[in-house]
């Protein structure tokens, strides 16, 4: 069947912002859809608040909305656009309630819009789980045991039935949202009353447990014709017991026999029919039990997820393209294998002959209240893939691309301690984010395979293929380098052992083991992923290294340039540096540049094999981009645009004679050195907050009482606040150096007065050498000491006198023309009354050039690339312009992923995504904002305020504007006697510790609508913290900044009704 | 992985010149025939017992081979038909609560090479350019005895090459195993005789399960024994080598046409029934061997996943009048299905019966009882 004639135009809802579960998979699946459906000349309509995204580009649909995704925003546009149909696969479990919900209100129906790629029946049957029980045992499928419970009596019955240990899930959450496996009464009382919560349909389901039980995911596509393929077969290392998203994950499945895959791909293609899944993709999860076999459904989703963007990258073929065609009346042998050139159509099932690995990637560390353990509720904040002709090899160059400092399978058990043994048997027994690595230390410890395979559930297949890997490690160990021979070297780049570790095993350097392996001749040769192992040729450089063969990698003699990824997605660093690496790309290709793309995460966009001329994808650490360089001769390599992570390889590139495009080394080294910065400030005659570096724990009291407290304390050369703390006095700093990792000459830590009440700036400059440019200031509404990532800011500044924003431009100038600057600089201000402090430079693309560039319709990353190229802004015409609007970026915090975690903002970074409010007014910007990062904010009722002292005198502000707002004000007993004070009327309220009823009573019993907390010094934040968990779990609004009060009192007089919704392409062109 | 002493060094020669050195593992012995390579990721034990692949080295593009052992149920014949086998990496340890016995001794106890060690995907890339490539596995301690130029030349290759009698059962024998995991009642009310061209046991058990009773004759059964026994139906089995020199088997088809017997024919059979009605058969560059072929019903206008195992195919520039073109392969356009027009006789290409390989066509086996039925009506 051939396109459908009667759609004009499709809506398509976007997954939103960034947020545990749902990650950049779902821009790049949108991405494909949208271009897909653009280019068969639909008219698309967009919805999503990620301004991060490559989806929102204005060149990627026809009508872009960048607004909350929330069904009263979507009526309105569509309302107003009139779409004659709805595309609610692309974007994750946002999009797909959002779409329910739409249908469910009658929005679709009034409007005629029909609902493409999953009707509501399919998506009711497949989201609920008493529906999807029913229908998998309609059609002789098993389910695992289970019951369902709406309420707790409902639960404790369905416990008799089904026992512990029992899994608990709460309906239509993602990423499992709220879940957990209970072994005692306690624990089951404790998951389901959450769970019953977050459910938005109180809906639970609890399920026998089938922890151990091996576990398996078929990426399934199917069309209006009723034909059906597998595009991928997934097998999880990690067994059931752990979340698919925490698991890592091996494609294609190893442990199966061809009787047994053809059940499942069988019982696939069953499901698909029975729920209804008329066109699209759809993923299935079954587990397998290794002792006999049996087969159990555990779910399916009606929508491109997480996994077929995995399995879409692991094979070639991109799902979501070919899904969004299906959608609108192709069939599957209508449309072409592109990765072939089209010599084969899309109606095959891909195969390959390459091993890969997803291993995810975990952030324990920013949350130390949370226990790091794993369970079907999905903790990682990232994950990497890699290619490898072998599991050893893939497994291990995954290891190396998590940027965590291994490079192989490194030891992290102390056999040195009495109680090891303990230690990993309960490492083994209860899944931690690192229990391969106690595995291998088990493995190492002359465990056997059989008992590691009883207490983990890891299937012997891949425990066999490790021990190999530490038998490997056993020989080499103390070898003298010079007695490695050529076979054996071979032999261990084959099982994927890095160069680093080579060396680490050899006791000798990494430069060394490199330099021994060029002059024994043995270089990666480079294959092609090709959907079809090599059974048709292939045009496509989508390519991984490897040590097999004959190199197919084929290099052009074409003007060509590489640009370094950004690698896995963790907290402070996430889709903003991919989005600035395609931009790259694509200036690059503008200028016909061949654009070579190195990165390892599969969710991106930039690992699309489409987005640039070649893929390379691999680890971004030295070896392997040292390998590619020196196979494609590059003009020379992009480093600004990848976050961090290709920073930390400028000096390897320096040192090998490899030129770095824009910004020179010595610029980036000057930024980020201290003493060299400090020096540069003086020159520039600039002020800088008192700080001092020191290499030694004895010596940071004295140091401390130099600087003066409070102090802001964190280590050096980190990314997104690591470890960095307010400290108000030494008893503070020496908690603090107890815990933080031992001070050193190699690892100092720099203390930063602190500067109270400061406004925080961010100030993107772009150059090329010549002419400076202001991308954009933007004004941070926390304010100083809030970890600018997770500060909502304005972009124009809403409150910051012209002349001092004059003065910021001419600062950021001159630290530009300085530093020598070609390409991107990001510079963050505090801003003390009307002193303009430095806190930090940044010689690359920050986390806000997405935003800016969105806000002025125009790339700051292009007109970088380009200036890096030689083409100066003047002749790229660059000269962005704000229209007049309010653009207001808020984070979005992963708080509710993490039990026990006080959702308290702070120096150190904590957000895992942003989202986009745009508004006439600062307050409608700042609104949209709220709603767009899914806070409930109401406009009137009672609000709650408890504030330290140092924000008593901000109360004359903050509480007028709550009463004009219709708010009446409760307060503990401090912050009750400050605003009688003022001549306000208050009722006071019992802090927990001062006896019943107390505020968490109030906020359990939704009494409050409005929480403004603020808090200062460990006890007390520590005694307040559950007043901010509680609100966070009832779902009541709650700030902890009075910047961020006051903000609200901005935003709630503003009415949804009065807001205006206006596509970015429209608005951008207002000048 | 690494090699204990049961593996040996051992070279794969091709008669282009290009050696690959690797671990030999399994029966120390030399190899000869034809290499082809197979893109299934599953069912190496079904792919190595099916006795097609007579004569036929086969190369898994597939990386790890040996994951889940081997077990009885899996084999599609008594042993193994191929004259060598070529992995990546052979596993060390079976993984399988089906698994009886590792495939390097299942190799061993079925007198078959197999190398380990080999850059599988070059091997494909190579077959791939030139065609498929006489060669042969030559362990390192037989080399003395063994020159491998001489190898090559005395072995013909597979084109005009008959296997099919070779690979036949030499008595008749009736069959009564129904499919893995059947819950099925077996039908006793038609009866079905397999002319045996190297026939897969997966296609016995389908016939058993889901037409009728079966018996299995001998490839050169003559008519008139066949007939003897009574059969509603005949299905051609599928086979090693060249079709064309199978005269017997072309004969007896004819016959079996002229008193409209409902015929079904699987691969060779296939090719068979194809000369049979005036076709023409052509050997092909590399063939099909995988299990992702995609297979349109050209009347139906449905596309299904395939499994693949054939070096040769019927010729559609020379379709006579009385043959109807019932499926085309959508990777080369290649005929995968025919069907007379005058006769109660269809057949297929590629493997309906699976094992390895989707399930997409078992629907061919209850199409031929409702052909076996609506040929007893009239």
């Given amino acids: ?1071 | 992985m690494s090699f204990d002493s049961k593996t040996f060094d051992a070279t794969l020669y091709l008669e282009n010149g290009k050696y690959f050195k690797g671990r030999g593992f399994g029966s120390h012995k030399v190899g000869v025939g034809e290499v082809v390579f197979n893109t299934s990721i599953t069912g190496y034990q079904e792919i190595i017992t099916d006795p097609s692949y007579a004569k036929q080295i086969i190369t898994f593009t597939h990386p790890h081979i040996g994951n889940v052992g081997t077990n009885d149920e899996d084999c599609e014949s008594k042993g193994i038909y191929a004259s060598g086998i070529v992995v990546k990496d052979l596993s060390k340890i079976p993984s399988s609560w089906r698994n009886k016995k590792p495939l390097e001794q299942f190799c061993k106890d079925n007198d078959c090479v197999g190398i380990a060690n080999i850059d599988t995907r070059e091997l494909a890339n190579t077959i791939r350019d030139s065609g498929s490539l006489r060669g042969c596995i030559i362990p390192a301690s037989l080399e003395a005895y063994n020159d491998s130029d001489t190898i090559l030349k005395n072995f013909s290759g597979l084109a005009g090459l008959d296997l099919a009698k070779e690979v036949s059962t030499k008595s008749t024998y009736a069959w009564n195993e129904p499919i893995w995991n059947c819950n099925q009642t077996l039908p006793h009310d038609l009866h079905v005789v397999v002319m045996d061209y190297g026939v897969k046991r997966n296609i016995l058990k389908l016939l058993r399960t889901y037409v009728g009773l079966v018996t299995v004759v001998n490839a050169e059964t003559p008519f008139l024994e066949v007939m003897k026994l009574n059969p509603d139906g005949v299905f051609l089995s599928n086979g090693p080598g060249d079709p064309e020199p199978c005269e017997y088997a072309i004969k007896l088809i004819r016959q079996l046409l002229d008193k409209n017997v409902p015929i079904f024919g699987i691969c060779l059979g296939h090719q068979l029934l194809a000369l049979a009605s005036d076709c023409k058969t052509y050997k092909m560059k590399f063939g099909h061997h995988g299990g992702n072929h995609p297979v349109k019903d050209i009347y139906k206008d449905t596309v299904m996943i395939t499994s693949q195992n054939h070096g040769f195919a019927v010729d559609n520039s020379s379709m006579p009048e009385n043959v109807d073109i019932t499926h085309i392969s959508l990777f080369d356009n290649t005929i995968q299905g025919i069907a007379l027009k005058h006769h109660p006789a269809f057949s297929f290409q590629g493997h309906p019966e699976a094992s390895p390989g989707p399930h997409d066509l078992l629907k061919l086996f209850t199409q031929f009882r409702s052909l076996i039925q609506d040929a007893k009506k009239n």
């Fill in chain 1, 1 to 1071: 069947m051939p396109k459908r004639t009667d759609l004009k135009s499709i809506l398509v809802i976007g997954a939103g912002p960034i947020i545990i579960g749902q990650a950049c998979e779902f821009d790049y699946s949108g991405v494909q859809a949208c271009k897909a459906l653009k280019k068969e000349g639909f008219r698309v309509i967009l919805v999503n608040s990620n301004p991060a995204t490559i989806m929102t580009d204005p060149s990627i649909a026809d009508a872009t909305y960048i607004e909350p995704i929330n069904w009263e925003v979507i009526a309105t546009i569509i309302e107003k656009e009139r779409p004659d149909a709805l595309l609610p696969t692309m974007g994750g479990q946002t999009a797909l309630n959002t779409a329910l919900t739409l249908s469910t209100k009658g929005v679709l129906a009034k409007f005629g819009v029909e609902l493409i790629g999953a009707k509501k029946d399919a998506i009711d049957k497949a989201e609920d789980r008493e529906l999807f029980d029913k229908t998998m045992k309609s059609i002789g499928l098993e389910t695992p045991r289970s019951g369902i419970a709406h309420n707790m009596e409902d639960a404790l019955e369905v416990l008799e039935k089904i026992g512990f240990p029992c899994i608990i899930r709460p309906s239509f959450t993602l990423g499992g949202s709220g879940g957990g496996i209970a072994y005692n009464i306690k624990e089951f009382k404790t998951i389901c009353e959450k769970g019953l919560d977050l459910s938005p349909t109180n809906e639970l389901l609890i399920d026998e447990s089938l922890i151990g039980w091996k576990e398996f995911e078929l990426e399934v596509v199917r069309d209006s014709a009723d034909n059906c393929i597998i595009v991928c077969s997934i097998e999880n290392l990690d067994p059931m017991g752990v979340h698919t998203g925490d698991s890592i994950t091996v494609a294609p499945a190893q442990t199966l026999t061809d009787k047994e895959y053809q059940v499942l791909r069988n019982q696939s293609f069953k499901i698909l029919r029975e729920i209804g899944v008329d066109t699209g993709g759809s993923n299935v999860q079954f587990a397998v039990n290794p002792e006999d076999g049996r087969v159990v459904v555990i779910e399916m989703n009606p929508r491109v997820s997480r996994s077929s963007a995995l399995a879409s990258k692991a094979t070639g073929f991109p799902i979501a393209k070919i899904a969004a065609l299906l959608s609108v009346g192709f069939t599957l042998d209508e449309l072409q294998n592109e990765i072939t050139g089209g010599a084969t159509p899309a109606s095959f099932e891909p195969t390959i002959d390459y091993i890969v690995t997803k291993i995810p990637k975990f952030a324990f560390e920013k949350f130390p209240k949370a226990e790091p353990k794993l369970s079907t509720q999905m903790k990682s904040v990232g994950e990497v893939m890699s290619f490898g002709r072998t599991f050893q090899e893939s497994f291990q160059k995954g290891l190396m691309s998590l940027e965590e400092g291994l490079y192989g399978l490194e030891s992290i058990c102390d056999f040195s301690s009495n109680d090891y043994t303990e230690l990993l048997k309960h490492e083994l027994s209860i899944p931690g984010p690192k229990r391969i690595f106690y595995v291998a230390d088990a493995l190492r410890n002359g465990q056997s395979i059989e008992s590691i395979n009883e207490l983990t559930g890891i299937d012997s297949w891949f425990l066999a293929q490790i021990n190999d890997l530490l038998q490997e490690e056993v020989i080499l160990q103390g070898k003298d380098i010079t007695r490695l021979s050529k076979d054996e070297l071979m032999r261990l780049k084959q099982k994927g052992f890095s160069d680093r570790r080579i060396a680490d095993l050899l006791g000798t350097s990494e430069a060394k083991v490199r330099t021994k392996r060029l002059s024994l001749g043995l270089k990666p040769s480079f294959k092609r992923v090709d959907t079809c192992a090599a059974e048709f040729e292939t045009e496509t450089a989508y390519m991984y290294s490897t040590y097999d063969g004959v190199c197919e990698s084929r290099p052009s003699k074409n003007k060509k340039v590489i640009v370094l990824g950004s690698g896995p997605n963790r907290i402070g660093q996430g889709i903003e540096f991919d989005y600035c690496c395609v931009h790259a790309s694509q200036a690059l290709q503008e200028l016909e540049i061949e654009s070579i793309m190195i990165n390892c995460n599969p969710e991106t966009v930039s690992t699309d094999y489409d987005t640039s001329n070649r893929l390379y994808f691999e680890p971004i650490i030295d070896e392997k981009v040292l390998d590619i360089v020196d196979i494609e001769n590059p003009l020379g390599v992009i480093i600004q645009f990848g976050g961090q992570t290709p920073l930390k390889l400028a000096e390897t590139l320096i040192k090998h004679d490899i030129r770095i495009l824009g910004t020179s080394f010595d610029a980036i080294d000057r930024s980020e050195d201290r003493e060299r910065f400090q020096e540069l400030v003086k020159k520039l005659n600039l002020k800088q907050p008192n700080n001092i570096t020191i290499t030694s724990a004895d010596k940071a009291i004295d140091a401390a009482n130099t600087v003066g407290y409070p102090l802001v304390v964190r280590p050096s050369y980190v990314l997104g606040g690591r470890a960095m703390e307010l400290v108000n006095n030494p008893q503070e700093l020496t908690k603090y150096l107890r815990e933080a990792e031992k001070v050193s000459q190699q690892k100092p830590i720099l203390l930063d007065s602190y500067l109270q009440d400061a406004v925080e700036v961010d100030v993107d400059v772009i150059s090329d050498g010549k002419t400076f440019k202001i991308g954009g200031i933007l004004q941070h509404i926390e304010q100083a000491g809030i970890h600018s990532g997770d500060s909502a800011c304005s972009l124009p500044p809403y409150s910051l006198p012209k002349d001092i924003q004059k003065a910021i431009s001419e600062q950021s100038i001159a630290i530009a023309d300085e530093l020598n600057i070609i390409g991107l600089m990001n510079i963050q201000y505090a801003i003390k009354e009307r002193d303009i402090y430095i806190i930090e430079v940044n010689p690359r693309a920050s986390r806000t050039v997405p935003f800016i560039s969105k806000a002025i319709g125009s790339s700051l990353v292009k007109a970088a690339t380009k200036a890096m190229l030689g083409i100066s802004l003047e002749e790229q015409s660059f000269d962005p312009s704000l229209p007049d609007r309010y653009f207001v970026k808020e984070a979005v915090l992963p708080f509710d992923k993490f039990s026990n975690v006080d959702p308290i903002l702070g120096p150190e970074m904590k957000s895992t995504g942003e989202v986009m409010g745009i508004g006439k007014s600062f307050g409608e910007a700042y609104a949209k904002a709220q709603l767009g990062a899914m806070k409930n904010l109401y406009f009137s009722g009672t609000a709650f305020v408890s504030v330290k002292d140092s924000d008593k005198k901000y109360l004359n502000k903050l509480i007028p504007l709550l009463i004009e707002n219709n708010f009446s004000v409760i307060a503990t007993k401090g912050t009750a006697a400050a605003i009688k004070e003022l001549g306000y009327e208050v009722v006071v309220i019992n802090k927990v510790m001062e006896g019943r009823p107390h505020i968490v009573d109030k906020l359990l019993n939704k009494e409050v609508q409005l929480v403004i907390n603020t808090t200062e010094g460990r006890q007390s934040i520590e005694d307040s913290a559950s007043i901010r968990r509680t609100a966070l779990e009832s779902k009541i609004f709650c700030t902890t900044t009075v910047f961020g009060g006051l903000a609200i009192m901005e935003a709630l007089k503003n009415n949804k009704e009065a807001w205006s919704l206006e596509p970015i392409q429209q608005i951008t062109n207002i000048n």
